[in-house]
Structure formats: C-alpha cells, structure tokens
C-alpha cells in the first residue's frame, strides 16, 4: 500500500514539475512577443501623432527652446492652383513679402511658384530669387507646410493677374481669393508689399510667417560666406556699431527730405521724383516732413545723435547703406568725430565685391548679415531693412537696437543748434527719451483701422520670441489705441 502511494506522489510532484516548467516556457515565449506588440503599438501611435499635428520644429534662441513653431492642423496637400508672386521693391520689403506669400499659400492650400523678384525698381537689379537665396533649402523646409515649385508646368498658362488687397486678414484671402480658383488655374500677385496684416491672424499663420523668415529665407552660400567673413573682420578688431544711414539718393528723391542739401541737390533730387510714376507723392515740403520726424536723419544730425547717446569716438562704425548722397562733403563730419567709420568697400578686395555689383539685394544682403550681428544696431529711417534687422535681432536675444524717435529728436536738435539747449542738457535729454527704444521684450502697439502707423510684424513678432509673451509672463495681447 505504501508503494502504491508513493509512486502516485511521485506521479503528482511530476505533473506538477512539467506543468511549471510549461508555464515557465510559456512565460519566456510570450515575454518578445508581448514586448514586439508593444513597440509596434506606439509606433503606430507615434505616426498617428504625427499625422494629425505635423512635425515639431525646435529652434535654439539665445538659450531657451522654442518649442512653440510648429503645425497643428492636419494638412491637405490637394492643392487648389498655382500661386505666382512678383515681388516689388528692395530686398528687404521682398523677404517680408515672400514670408507673406508663404502663409497665404498654405492658409489656401495652392502650390506656390519660386518668387520673382522685383527687376524694374530705382535699383534695376537683376538677381532672380537662386541668386540671393538658397532655394533648394526654401523648397525643402518648407516642403511639409506648402508646396513650391521652381516653375509653372507647361500645361498651366493665362493667369489672373492681380494685386490682393493691402493689410488683409485671411477671411479676405479665403472669403475673395480661394472662390477665384474656381475658375482660374493660377493667379499671379503683381504686388506683394504689406498685402497681410500685422495683427489679427491665427497663432499658427503668424508663427509660420516667422519660420519663413528666420529659418527657410536662407542667403546663398557665396552672400553668406562673404557677410560673415565681413563680421569676423570687424570683430576682431573690437566691437562695432552698425549705423544704417539711410541717406541716399533714392530715399531722399522719394520723401522729399533736402535738409542741408544745396539748391542743386534738391532740384536733382526733385526731378528724379518725377521721373518714377510709382513715387506718387511729387510736391513735398522738406521742412514739414522733417519737423514730422518723417525724415531720415542727415549724416551730420546722425553724428550728434550718437554722441549724445555716449557712443565713445574710438568706436568701429559700420556704415550699412548704398552710396551716401554728396557722400565726401556730407560724411565729413561724421569721419571727424568717428575717425573709425567702416564699409564694406573699405574692408573687402575689389575682387571680391566684383561679382556683386549693379546688384544691390545682394549688396544689401552683406550689409543684413553684418548689421544682425552688430552690438549695437542703430537705424537712422524706420525702412524696411531697419524693421527686418530689428525683428532678427530680437529672435536672436533682443540685441541692442536703438530706435530712434525722429520726431523728438528733430526738436532737440533745433533747440540745440539755437543754444536753447547746452550740450549737457541736449545730451541727457536724448538719453533719456530713448531709454525704452532699445529692442528689448514689448507688445506689438495695434492701431485700429491704421496698420501703416502701428508697428510692424516683422519688427517685432513677440508670437515667436523665446523671452518675451511666453517667457517673460505678458500675454498674448497687444496694446490697442
């Protein structure tokens, strides 16, 4: 009987042993084969992801991370026609117009033509788009948010040739641009400039607009070697000023500013304002434009102005600019009390400025790169090119930028060629009027029904700057007046 129950124990402890050693098997099999349907599940989930909120674009500013630059919306990339552009005017009202023309395309879903660039300005430049900017890096960044292509396929031809509103919102765009295509296969935008407004757009279009700007708008490889050679050379020789004295002779024509010109420079300059029918405004009272800080400052007011602000006279000033008018006579007296004063022309080989003239985007593109990286930038008119400087400026740290207030400025002069004022007081009054123009973080100032006299986007678009709305605790309001 003992042996009878004791085989059966042992039978027992058997069964039990195979049972755990196939459990145990069973175990070590389904432990990869769980772990596999795991990592394939997010996979998935992480493409799926992927799809509804687009890619996550991480930009690095002056040490904080932007993670705030990306799509949200599923894209539809069937597209609704082509889009051409001609942009107008100089480099830098075209890189804002391209960044516009960008947004709208993706706003309609259209497939956007390479840009052309303006080639019958005052500067008659006759750069095309490859020859300023890198355009298979345009095409490639931008290629998940719109799609760009170099020309208009053979098959696509009579556009609709127009000019879209000035400061429009994107209901104008989808409301009396997107219907258009119903009937028209490609529109082409003769005019670009200021054609969407500064406030008032979606988050995601605004930040879009950035990223055309800061990243995709790329110079080519030869403009960017020679900027930054120009920068290493400068700064090795200490730290500099970029002073973009916007006196030439096109600027001058155009406002009808004359201070301190003779009789024969202002009639000069008079009759080259009739002689372009775009420059609509032709009689102009150069004293009343100035007394409205409407003018771009002389070399000669400049030279106080930065004096009065403490600039110290062994200081390396940059002039970021075309040919100054009367250059010799007006520039004497900014040389005298800046013997430091610095151009392109003057720091390069004639060799190597060779392959850029008679093109003056892509002159002005050296002068952009030199006057981001200035320390200090100080603009003598609020053109376009001191509105785009600004506005990478503050992308890029909110490097010292001093805004000056024209108008106030024009006043204090006066008072103090008169001797109302001592130097002591035209000083300190200067300084003071300008310690809040200096770039740092601030709302973009809204001017109902007035987009000309509100600030710029591009200027200073806080929606996209590390330090200012998200990280300094303002909102993302802007101040209405």
Same mark, same amino acid.
């Given at each position: 009987?003992?042996?009878?129950?004791?085989?059966?124990?042992?039978?027992?402890?058997?069964?039990?042993?195979?049972?755990?050693?196939?459990?145990?098997?069973?175990?070590?099999?389904?432990?990869?084969?769980?772990?596999?349907?795991l990592?394939?599940?997010?996979?998935?989930?992480?493409?799926? =992801?992927?799809?509804?909120?687009?890619?996550?674009?991480?930009?690095?500013?002056?040490?904080?991370?932007?993670?705030?630059?990306?799509?949200?919306?599923p894209?539809?990339?069937?597209?609704?026609?082509?889009?051409?552009?001609?942009?107008?005017?100089?480099?830098?009202?075209?890189?804002?117009?391209?960044?516009?023309?960008?947004?709208?395309?993706?706003?309609?879903?259209?497939?956007?033509?390479?840009?052309?660039?303006?080639?019958?300005?005052?500067?008659?430049?006759?750069?095309?788009?490859?020859?300023?900017?890198?355009?298979?890096?345009?095409?490639?960044?931008?290629?998940?948010?719109?799609?760009?292509?170099?020309?208009?396929?053979?098959?696509?031809?009579?556009?609709?040739? =127009?000019?879209?509103?000035?400061?429009?919102?994107?209901?104008?765009?989808?409301?009396?641009?997107?219907?258009?295509?119903?009937?028209?296969?490609?529109?082409?935008?003769?005019?670009?400039?200021?054609?969407?407004?500064?406030?008032?757009?979606?988050?995601?279009?605004?930040? $879009?607009?950035?990223?055309?700007?800061?990243?995709a708008?790329?110079?080519?490889?030869?403009?960017?070697?020679?900027?930054?050679k $120009?920068?290493?050379?400068?700064?090795?020789?200490?730290p500099?000023?970029?002073?973009?004295?916007?006196?030439?002779?096109?600027m001058?024509?155009?406002?009808?500013?004359?201070?301190?010109?003779?009789?024969?420079?202002?009639?000069?300059l008079?009759?080259?304002?009739?002689?372009?029918?775009?420059?609509?405004?032709?009689?102009?009272?150069?004293?009343?434009?100035?007394s409205q800080?409407?003018?771009?400052?002389?070399?000669?007011?400049?030279?106080?102005?930065?004096?009065?602000?403490?600039?110290?006279?062994?200081?390396?000033?940059?002039?970021?600019?075309?040919?100054?008018?009367?250059?010799?006579?007006?520039?004497?007296?900014?040389?005298?009390?800046?013997p430091?004063?610095?151009?392109?022309?003057?720091?390069?080989?004639?060799?190597?400025l060779?392959?850029?003239?008679?093109?003056?985007?892509?002159m002005a593109?050296l002068?952009?790169?030199?006057?981001?990286?200035?320390?200090?930038?100080?603009?003598?008119?609020?053109?376009?090119?001191?509105k785009?400087?600004?506005?990478?400026?503050?992308y890029?740290?909110?490097?010292?930028?001093?805004?000056?207030?024209?108008?106030?400025?024009?006043?204090?002069?006066d $008072?103090?060629?008169?001797?109302?004022?001592?130097?002591?007081?035209?000083?300190?009054?200067?300084?003071?009027?300008?310690?809040?123009?200096?770039?740092?973080?601030?709302?973009?100032?809204?001017?109902?029904?007035?987009?000309?006299?509100?600030?710029?986007?591009?200027?200073?678009?806080?929606?996209?700057?590390?330090?200012s709305?998200?990280?300094?605790?303002?909102?993302?309001?802007?101040?209405?007046?």
């Amino acid at each position: 009987m003992e042996s009878v129950v004791q085989v059966r124990s042992e039978r027992v402890q058997q069964s039990i042993q195979g049972v755990v050693i196939q459990r145990t098997r069973l175990k070590l099999w389904f432990i990869p084969v769980f772990a596999s349907i795991l990592v394939w599940a997010c996979l998935v989930q992480l493409w799926h =992801m992927r799809l509804l909120s687009g890619f996550t674009r991480v930009t690095k500013v002056s040490g904080c991370v932007d993670e705030t630059m990306h799509s949200t919306t599923p894209r539809n990339y069937t597209s609704n026609g082509f889009l051409q552009v001609s942009c107008n005017g100089g480099l830098n009202q075209m890189r804002a117009a391209i960044c516009d023309m960008v947004t709208v395309a993706r706003l309609l879903n259209l497939t956007l033509v390479v840009p052309e660039l303006d080639k019958s300005s005052f500067w008659a430049d006759t750069s095309d788009f490859e020859d300023i900017f890198d355009v298979r890096h345009f095409i490639d960044s931008l290629r998940d948010e719109v799609n760009i292509i170099k020309r208009l396929p053979k098959k696509v031809y009579h556009p609709l040739v =127009m000019p879209p509103v000035s400061w429009s919102s994107e209901k104008y765009y989808l409301q009396q641009i997107l219907p258009l295509f119903s009937k028209h296969q490609v529109i082409n935008f003769n005019r670009t400039d200021t054609r969407l407004a500064n406030n008032g757009i979606p988050l995601e279009l605004q930040r $879009l607009r950035c990223q055309v700007n800061f990243h995709a708008l790329k110079f080519t490889q030869k403009i960017e070697a020679l900027g930054q050679k $120009l920068v290493h050379m400068l700064q090795q020789r200490g730290p500099f000023v970029a002073l973009h004295l916007r006196y030439e002779m096109d600027m001058l024509a155009f406002s009808g500013c004359t201070e301190g010109c003779t009789e024969e420079e202002a009639e000069e300059l008079k009759q080259l304002r009739y002689a372009f029918p775009w420059w609509k405004e032709k009689e102009i009272v150069s004293d009343e434009k100035r007394s409205q800080g409407l003018c771009p400052l002389t070399p000669e007011e400049a030279t106080l102005i930065l004096q009065a602000l403490g600039i110290e006279k062994d200081m390396q000033i940059y002039i970021a600019s075309g040919a100054i008018y009367s250059s010799e006579r007006r520039l004497a007296t900014l040389r005298t009390a800046f013997p430091k004063i610095v151009k392109k022309e003057m720091l390069l080989d004639p060799e190597e400025l060779q392959q850029f003239q008679n093109h003056s985007s892509q002159m002005a593109a050296l002068d952009f790169i030199v006057s981001t990286a200035s320390n200090i930038f100080i603009p003598t008119y609020d053109g376009n090119m001191a509105k785009l400087v600004e506005g990478h400026r503050r992308y890029h740290g909110y490097k010292k930028t001093i805004l000056l207030d024209r108008k106030t400025l024009v006043g204090l002069l006066d $008072l103090h060629h008169n001797r109302t004022l001592s130097w002591a007081e035209f000083s300190a009054a200067v300084r003071q009027s300008h310690e809040g123009r200096i770039g740092q973080p601030a709302h973009r100032r809204v001017i109902e029904d007035k987009p000309k006299e509100e600030d710029y986007f591009y200027a200073n678009p806080h929606e996209c700057l590390c330090g200012s709305a998200r990280c300094k605790g303002l909102d993302n309001s802007t101040e209405v007046r």
